[in-house]
Each structure stands twice: as C-alpha cells, then as structure tokens.
C-alpha cells in the first residue's frame, strides 16, 4: 500500500505567515466589536474562512 503524501491544505495550515494573518485577522476582529459577519463583509473576508482559522 502506498503511503499517502500530505495534502496542499495541511501544507498550508503550516504556512507561518499565513497564520500571523488569521491571528492579527482574529484579534482585529474582537477589538472591532462588530460581529464577524460585519467584520468579514467590511474586509471582504469569506465568513467560512474566517471560522476555519479561528
């Protein structure tokens, strides 16, 4: 049986920059006060992704 090779999406939850992002992403969103479907619109951010890197 031949061994599986990691997904392109597990590679990228592994990306250091990319998770800085959803971290400053994540705090600006709770210093706002705005809710995260008013967060994400004003950012144009996809409300799914924005759960996903919570």
């Known amino acids: 049986m ?5 997904t392109q999406r597990a590679d990228q ?10 971290r400053t ?7 706002s006060g705005l809710s995260i479907r008013a967060f994400c619109e004003r950012e144009g951010l996809s409300e799914p992704a924005y759960h996903y890197w919570l």
């Open 2 to 6: 031949p061994i599986s090779q990691p």
């Open 13 to 22: 939850r592994r990306n250091p920059d990319r998770e800085a992002y959803w």
């Open 25 to 31: 992403t994540i705090s600006d969103r709770l210093q």
